[in-house]
């Protein structure tokens, strides 16, 4: 069974950190394409920033020179680190992951999500 697992969310003043960690299990997440969405109440879910097997990252614009997404293969987890974070930036954030389609094939999916971390920035 494949399971996403965040921690990390919590309460912050703006300008403050926080670093989200999704852990990942049941797979091989070496060879999946992972990356983190969020989400506010009665909005859609929105890609934040994303990562690659062999760790190339992308951001939104709006997390840009903010935000530093990573991953570690060995330990199978990948990590947000959120700087001067900003009230906008309050949102259930979940973990995704993608794996690739021979191992999709075998476990009957595809795509995983995390169940999310709530992350609110006070003002």
């Known amino acids: 069974q494949v399971q996403l697992v965040e921690s990390g969310g919590g309460l912050v003043q703006t300008g403050g950190s926080l670093r989200l960690t999704c852990v990942v299990s049941g797979t091989m997440f070496r060879v999946m394409g992972m990356a983190w969405y969020r989400q506010v109440p009665e909005g859609q879910r929105e890609l934040v920033a994303s990562v690659t097997p062999s760790g190339s990252a992308e951001y939104a614009d709006s997390v840009k020179d903010r935000f530093t997404i990573t991953r570690d293969n060995a330990a199978n987890t990948m990590s947000l680190q959120m700087d001067s974070l900003k009230p906008e930036d309050t949102a259930v954030y979940y973990c995704?992951?993608?794996?690739?389609?021979?191992?999709?094939?075998?476990?009957?999916?595809?795509?995983?999500w995390g169940r999310g971390t709530q992350v609110t920035v006070s003002s």
């Open positions: 995704y992951g993608k794996t690739l389609r021979v191992i999709a094939e075998k476990l009957g999916q595809g795509e995983f």
